[in-house]
């Protein structure tokens, strides 16, 4: 589409003996004063600027900018590209693929079916820590990995030939976030559009949280949906809200011993208490400067952690000094300095934007900490741990009888507190090892194990039965990575060793950082700590954590322990990280070799000993801790351009394993009707090029009637497949094994799995359910099936599939902040296949809302200060939606009329509820896609008809 220039904005910029068209932010009046991040915005508006979902007043509201006001204009952000992961990146592939089936039926030529703008994919999330601890660790995880994920990777592959403009990253790369802003990124991008050839900024939105990672190196991006990311891989802008923008004033430098951890915990902590939901982070002020790249990456990394939807740092020497070592031409390097600063996007430390609100932090205050035990927020002092564990612990253990204790004591004879003789290894020598005494005496279990070569020690609550060295946050990140390792290095040449309850893991975020490692020797430091690289990939954050050791997993399970784990992660909510674990603390990678060797919660690295050296001295923490010289003088002599060089010229290429995938050719692609993983989606089955005019809904039933901030994480499908459940029961109908069921997130392109599994969630509480209950609730996946006699307790799936087969609608009942947390895509897309055709709520989470009508479900909203509830409706009722056929006069109605109707399961007496519900459809461009049935409908004639 051409760009409607009505600015006059369109110039050229010649670096070297290149000229490149670019439109000049200074052409509107008010560009100056704008904070880095809002420049971003206003030059992909000129850009994109053709009058009808971008027009002059739009972007003359972006130079006008009131950084007080609250956000109320609407722009439509067009992404220079789309970065996706495997779990997440799958279905997007999944629906492009059914989409080339779908235009050859309505007439269309399928390889007008390809991503508008480019599309790259990132295979990391599929890697599970399955073995660890010896040498051939990454062998075999990747080899089972294999093994468990043949059949996405094989359609992968032929995605990557079948599309253009759609690359993927093979499995065993490197962490998706690391690889962008090792090698993707191109912070300025360039591309020939109309025959001319353009620069523009880098942006990019992501189907992972995390792609905010890449905001350290200037580049504005945050993860969305993969409905989103459908919709902007298909040339459609993303519709959001002109940002306040805060600005994080940064001065000072980072004092020794303090790592980017404690950095960026210590932010995450300021930023949650300040409060930036929905919000842009802008870091600026002379600070800046003195932040490593690394740094900044760990920092913008987090943003989802504290809450705001992009954390950036603008363009300076620093971002140049990182395009340069990770491997980028100087021709790149040179127009990323030329543009910036021709745009007035160079960081300039004197000239500060306005912001609508500030904070500041003098990096020289920073302290050492930690982060949990179940949110990224809650920042622990390391000089505290100890005593704030002592008082977490006592909401998660289950003290033991006193019977336990005393056969404990008789048993081994030595107090619930001390070193203990326990039998070694080796012919009956003795060797002491720490009990791990949980804290108070209140909060002690200490359990016996014995191990399968012999070994016996005291497990007890608060134990770290995990020590994860992973995550995009910090493999990153040099300075902390080689930290680690000289803590490794160290702890051995004192004869210190890892406690044999940890499970010890290291998952590299690239191959450059084996490389460096293996320069520097650090790599055999660390693995005679246990530390064996299990994969390059994202791994414990997500919970691909893979078992504890056996006898361990079965004393915490037999005793009902609360053990934690220490990883150098992001996330650390209950339950994410090993379903045996209760407690789990954030730390820098170094912190996580040390609290390895500590092996317990229940330590002060001040003032208790790590062990004792050849001599029988004690050694400390600080004895082990490396200087800020010593880690300087590794990076220095370890780290080089030609590493990354070397790394990424065959990045996209793969290993044997991937090469010799038997894989599909041709545009179309060859579906396997005994799939597991894989299976073409049914949203176009049946579909015309005409509209099917939008209809009423009329005898509809309540599926759901739920209560307030509902989350996408109670709808959507996610974690492990649980026996006896819908999605169990189809999996072993296809013949495949309980021990084969994998997660949610690996089977997201099989549709079937997923329309099982949502609103599956443990922890839904329906209270439909309550009826056939005794009034209790029961948490679950279950509704009451008003198809058959008495309306009995179901399974959502269950019951859905029979209103279905009677041609029955259904509706959701929702309470305030429906569809709040992650935007997860299969929210609205399960929600759509289980035959919901409309969520009637208090108030919706905006990208929630957003994706039902990308799925043709329409959002209404109960009248104000009213609920379903307060109508007296229980869910029982038929439900009947009328103004809606007013969407095909092409106007969008404000408000329907909804009539509740009391059924024969209702109480006696009851009298029809009717109310008028306001129509959430906020945009024309919403509105547009409701009427065709669904975002992907919409695109699909467009291209058919093109």
Not at 15 to 29: H, L
Not at 119 to 137: K, P, R, T, Y
Not at 234 to 253: A, D, H, N, Y
Not at 487 to 492: P, Q, W
Request: hydrophobic letters at 35%; charged letters at 20%; one cysteine or more.
């Amino acid at each position: 589409m051409s760009t409607v220039n009505s600015f006059g904005a369109k110039s050229t910029l010649t670096v070297g003996s290149t000229d490149y068209e670019i439109f000049r932010i200074d052409k509107v009046a008010g560009s100056e004063k704008l904070p880095f991040s809002l420049k971003v915005l206003l030059e992909n508006q000129l850009r994109t600027e053709d009058g009808k979902n971008v027009t002059r007043s739009q972007i003359e509201a972006l130079g006008s900018w009131d950084a007080t006001a609250e956000p109320d204009t609407e722009i439509q952000f067009t992404p220079a590209r789309v970065l996706m992961q495997d779990f997440t990146g799958v279905p997007c592939i999944v629906d492009l693929a059914t989409m080339r089936e779908a235009v050859t039926e309505l007439g269309g030529d399928p390889n007008r079916i390809n991503p508008l703008s480019p599309a790259e994919m990132v295979i990391d999330h599929s890697v599970i820590a399955d073995l660890f601890g010896v040498e051939n660790a990454l062998q075999r995880n990747v080899e089972i990995e294999y093994q468990r994920n043949g059949e996405r990777y094989q359609f992968l592959r032929w995605g990557q030939t079948a599309f253009d403009d759609f690359k993927v990253v093979p499995p065993g790369t490197g962490i998706v976030h690391q690889v962008n802003i090792e090698h993707l990124a191109k912070v300025v991008y360039d591309r020939t559009v109309d025959g001319v050839l353009r620069a523009y900024p880098d942006t990019l939105v992501g189907t992972d949280s995390h792609t905010t990672m890449v905001n350290g190196l200037g580049v504005l991006g945050w993860g969305v949906g993969g409905i989103e990311a459908e919709a902007a891989m298909l040339g459609q802008p993303v519709s959001m809200l002109i940002p306040r923008v805060v600005g994080f004033k940064l001065t000072g430098e980072i004092p020794a011993g303090v790592t980017a951890t404690d950095v960026v915990l210590t932010i995450t902590d300021m930023l949650r208490q300040h409060g930036v939901v929905g919000k842009f982070v802008e870091f600026y002020g002379a600070g800046v400067a003195s932040v490593p790249l690394a740094n900044r990456a760990t920092i913008g990394n987090m943003s989802p952690e504290f809450g705001s939807t992009a954390a950036i740092f603008p363009v300076d020497d620093v971002t140049l000094d990182y395009l340069r070592l990770t491997g980028r031409s100087d021709e790149t390097v040179a127009l990323v300095e030329a543009y910036a600063k021709a745009q007035g996007m160079w960081h300039d430390p004197e000239n500060e934007p306005v912001y609508s609100e500030y904070l500041e932090l003098d990096l020289g205050t920073v302290v050492p900490s930690i982060a949990g035990p179940k949110r990224p927020q809650d920042r622990i002092l390391l000089s505290e741990a100890k005593t704030q564990f002592e008082k977490d612990i006592l909401n998660y253990a289950t003290p033991s009888t006193s019977d336990e204790l005393v056969d404990l004591e008789s048993k081994h004879s030595f107090p619930a507190s001390d070193p203990a003789q326990v039998p070694g290894e080796e012919e009956g020598h003795t060797r002491p090892v720490h009990i791990n005494s949980g804290a108070p005496a209140n909060a002690s279990k200490p359990v016996p194990v014995t191990t399968p070569a012999g070994e016996s020690y005291i497990l007890d609550n608060g134990a770290v039965t995990l020590a994860a060295i992973t995550s995009c946050t910090n493999t990153s990140n040099p300075s902390v990575m080689v930290a680690a390792g000289l803590v490794a290095r160290k702890a051995l040449q004192k004869g210190l060793k890892q406690k044999p309850w940890v499970k010890t893991t290291l998952a590299p975020g690239s191959k450059v950082v084996t490389d460096y490692y293996e320069k520097s020797g650090l790599d055999k430091d660390l693995e005679g700590l246990g530390f064996y690289t299990v994969g390059y990939g994202c791994t414990v954050c997500i919970g691909n954590s893979g078992p504890l050791i056996d006898e361990v997993s079965a004393a915490v399970n037999d005793h009902d322990l609360a053990v934690t784990a220490v990883l150098s992660g992001n996330r650390n909510f209950e339950g994410r990280i090993s379903p045996d674990v209760k407690m789990n603390y954030l730390a820098s990678p170094p912190l996580v070799i040390a609290y390895a060797l500590a092996g317990s919660m229940h330590f002060d690295f001040d003032t208790d000993p790590l062990g004792q050296d050849a001599e029988g001295n004690d050694v400390f923490l600080k004895d082990i801790w490396p200087t800020p010289e010593e880690v300087e003088e590794i990076i220095g002599s370890s780290i080089s351009r030609e590493q990354f060089i070397k790394q990424y010229a065959t990045v996209f290429d793969g290993d044997e394993r991937w090469t010799s995938l038997p894989t599909p050719t041709g545009p179309i692609f060859e579906w396997d009707d005994d799939s597991t993983y894989v299976r073409k989606a049914p949203y176009f089955d049946g579909m015309t090029m005409e509209l099917t005019p939008v209809e009423d809904i009329s005898g509809a039933r309540v599926m759901a009637a739920l209560g307030d901030s509902v989350t996408t994480d109670h709808i959507s499908p996610a974690g492990a497949i649980k026996a006896g459940t819908p999605a169990a029961q189809y999996l072993q109908e296809h013949g495949v094994e309980r021990k084969d069921f994998n997660s949610f997130g690996s089977r997201r392109g099989n549709h079937e799995v997923m329309i099982r599994g949502t609103f599956a969630n443990i922890r839904l509480k329906n209270t439909l359910v309550k009826a056939v209950n005794d009034g209790q609730q029961i948490e679950g996946g279950y509704t009451r099936d008003f198809t058959q006699p008495g309306g009995p307790q179901a399974f959502i799936y269950d019951a859905c599939m029979n209103y279905q087969a009677q041609g029955v609608p259904l509706v959701v009942f929702g309470g305030k902040e429906y569809g709040s947390g992650s935007s997860r895509d299969w929210a609205a897309k399960g929600t759509t296949l289980l035959g919901v055709k409309a969520v009637i709520a208090e108030s919706f989470e905006r990208i929630h809302r957003s994706n039902l009508i990308g799925m043709g479900v329409v959002p209404l909203q109960f009248p104000e200060g009213r609920s379903w509830e307060s109508l007296g409706l229980d869910g029982t009722e038929i439900i009947s939606i009328e103004g809606l056929t007013e969407l095909n006069n092409g106007s969008t109605p404000k408000t329907v009329k909804v009539t509740a109707t009391p059924s024969e399961f209702s109480a006696e007496g009851r009298q029809p509820v009717t109310f008028d519900a306001v129509v959430r459809i906020d945009t024309p461009g919403e509105a547009d896609y409701y009427r065709h049935g669904g975002i992907l409908q919409y695109v699909l004639r467009g291209l058919a008809g093109s």
